[in-house]
T-cell receptor, first 114, second 113 residues
Framework: DTEVTQTPKHLVMGMTNKKSLKCEQHMGHRAMYWYKQKAKKPPELMFV???????INESVPSRFSPECPNSSLLNLHLHALQPEDSALYLC?????????????FGPGTRLTVT | SQQGEEDPQALSIQEGENATMNCSYK?????LQWYRQNSGRGLVHLILIRSNEREKHSGRLRVTLDTSKKSSSLLITASRAADTASYFC?????????????FGTGTSLTVIP
């Protein structure tokens, strides 16, 4: 199984809502990532987890809260988002952190904040 | 920003022609990867080239790396309509103890049947 799955595919939420994005992989990868991608822009790294511990936070606002409950799952909790947070949120995983492993991406969650 | 820059931003060619896109980056790197993204979908890894390599091939893909010029190129030979997508380079720069990559601005390729 070389697939990264993400749910939901689409999400519309108000600025006062709390929602969560989910990501799952069963490839035994120990590193997982969240990216944000605006239209016609490259993906921007948000968070990196290694062995279920947060390794990198790219100065992301606290209204985005990542969680890695186990080695296969990665969540992104959303609260009090702004309309400018509307974007495609991509999850990725790789075998590890060192050595330049390729990243496997999920199809993304298209988020719209109203 | 540590992102690379790619050119052209958009490229339109006829099926069967070759497509070349270039990536320039700012800092020293450990390795560089190329990814493809179909519209609104996730990214697919194409090829990785390490800083001590100058050229790599994978099927119809050829990647070159010139670390003295801080640039890389991706050549797609005998293009097909299915190659229509956005292509991004991603650099793993030094110093960097993790596997985080920073993506370039991307090239949007359209292959006309």
């Amino acid at each position: 199984d070389t697939e990264v799955t993400q749910t939901p595919k689409h999400l519309v939420m108000g600025m006062t809502n709390k929602k969560s994005l989910k990501c799952e992989q069963h490839m035994g990868h120990r590193a997982m990532y969240w990216y944000k991608q605006k239209a016609k822009k490259p993906p921007e790294l948000m968070f990196v987890y290694s062995y279920e511990k947060l390794s990198i936070n790219e100065s992301v606002p606290s209204r985005f809260s990542p969680e890695c409950p186990n080695s296969s799952l990665l969540n992104l909790h959303l609260h009090a988002l702004q309309p400018e947070d509307s974007a495609l949120y991509l999850c990725a995983s790789s075998l590890g952190l060192a050595g330049g492993y390729e990243q496997y991406f999920g199809p993304g969650t298209r988020l719209t904040v109203t | 920003s540590q992102q690379g820059e790619e050119d052209p931003q958009a490229l339109s060619i006829q099926e069967g022609e070759n497509a070349t896109m270039n990536c320039s980056y700012k800092t020293s790197i450990n390795n560089l990867q190329w990814y493809r993204q179909n519209s609104g979908r996730g990214l697919v890894h194409l090829i990785l080239i390490r800083s001590n390599e100058r050229e790599k091939h994978s099927g119809r893909l050829r990647v070159t790396l010139d670390t003295s010029k801080k640039s890389s190129s991706l050549l797609i030979t005998a293009s097909r309509a299915a190659d229509t997508a956005s292509y991004f380079c991603a650099t793993r720069w030094v110093p960097n103890t993790g596997n985080q990559f920073y993506f370039g601005t991307g090239t949007s390729l359209t292959v006309i049947p």
